[in-house]
């Protein structure tokens, strides 16, 4: 019998679990391909992986395993659900304790902490992994978020952090999350970011296209000419490619129906803020803009119907494109201040004590919200690691302070001429509200105990005392429950 070579397997051979092989074949490490389709494997073996005789193929699980060095490792790279529990099954009775498998689809967190459980308790270690950088990154360099079994991470780290992304000083944009969902919760929050990013972008397109006459042309070079500051990202520089990218001389983005398309991470990312109350109330916009958009017919019906503004802007257009700038860069922040809460929040319900400097790093490479901006977050958790919100740094204060006016100034006139923002419109209500040492909460609170006898706190005694009024002496002094979330 021969000697194993195998050094991990990956199963799952669409375009991300090709190219996470290649990848990891290019860095000198040996792996098993697998397919449930078998024949893919033979195709990918005479195809993509012609000439690498450090990929093998296994035309059966039992080969698969039989071909990887002890303690095994093998990869899921399926479609998440029901497929990667139908997998785990499949893979435990061939594999032994000490054995991992990993999970490096988009699976939901709180199916990664249950299956952790699990593969635990059958003696074996489980990693659910977020791998951010689409196809491209998984190729040449993606972020990787590796959460799960803490005994696992030293048997991977050196094949995950090689085939990372690196930032400038070479450090790879991956790191060990934390325990059992941790590193799928951080990449669903990255994905709703995401959501918020390309939202923000949108936002500034559409004022730029209908509220100022922008042509193509003259955007892309704004989008390229924004990408060489504090903006420089991936989202930012793709769309100064897009918008000039033509087809028989004629603009393509001007042919795609404007239905945006989403796989459920930001309704994760949202759903799990509203278990949390916690208020991401930009990546929720982002979310709803795309089922807005989605409603492609009935929109159509009632622009015949409903009136409001044309567009029409009489200022100066220079100046307000630098406004559009900045009220875009202010709000980025929220939506990452957001994002920060959440997983603060996460933190300390799940236990899982998340770094959150390394995982600014993580992101700052390979995936899709990769940018400069998160060397500036990473500077502020290493100089505070307990910050309680980036608007409280001093670099994202003063950043907010210098952008507020033309962030004002974009709303108002988006408002004006008739253009929705609600990106940039619910980023600066926040902003707003957070930063109000008084809210309207009190009449809310008193409106409450009318109708419903729920009772609220006063400001005249400790915290933690509740009382209950007859407001029209009809009702009873009797208080309902209380509820926080």
Partial sequence: ????KGDIAVIGLAVMGQNLILNMADHGFTVVAFNRTVSKVDEFLNGAAKGYSNILGAHSIEEMVRLLKRPRKVMLMVKAGQPVDEFIELLLPHLEPGDVIIDGGNSNFKDTIRRTQYVESKGLLYIGTGVSGGEEGARHGPSIMPGGSPQAWPLVKDIFQAIAAK???????????GPDGAGHFVKMTHNGIEYGDMQLICEAYQLMKDGLGMSNEEMSDTFARWNEGELKSYLIEITADILAYKENGEYVVDKILDAAGQKGTGKWTVMTALDFG??????????FA???SAMKEERVRASKILTGPTPRFDGDKEAFIEDIRRALYASKIVSYAQG???MREASKEYNWNL???SIALIWRNGCIIRSVFLGKIKEAFDKDPNLSN???DDYFRSAIERCQDSWRRVVCTAAQMGLPVPAFSS?????DGYRAERLPANLLQAQRDYFGAHTYERIDRPRGEFFHTNWTGRGGLVASTTYTV
């Avoid at 019998?1 to 194993?4: C, G, L, N, S, Y």
């Avoid at 980023?427 to 902003?431: G, H, K, P, S, V």
């Fill in 1 to 4: 019998m021969t000697e194993p």
């Fill in 278 to 287: 916690i208020p991401v109330t930009l990546i929720s916009e982002a979310v």
């Fill in 390 to 392: 980036l608007l409280l």
């Fill in 340 to 342: 920060f809460m959440l």
């Fill in 427 to 431: 980023a600066l209500a926040f902003y």
């Fill in 167 to 177: 930032v400038d000083d070479g450090s790879p944009c991956c790191d060990w999350i």
């Fill in 290 to 292: 795309r089922c807005l």
């Fill in 355 to 357: 770094n959150f400097g």
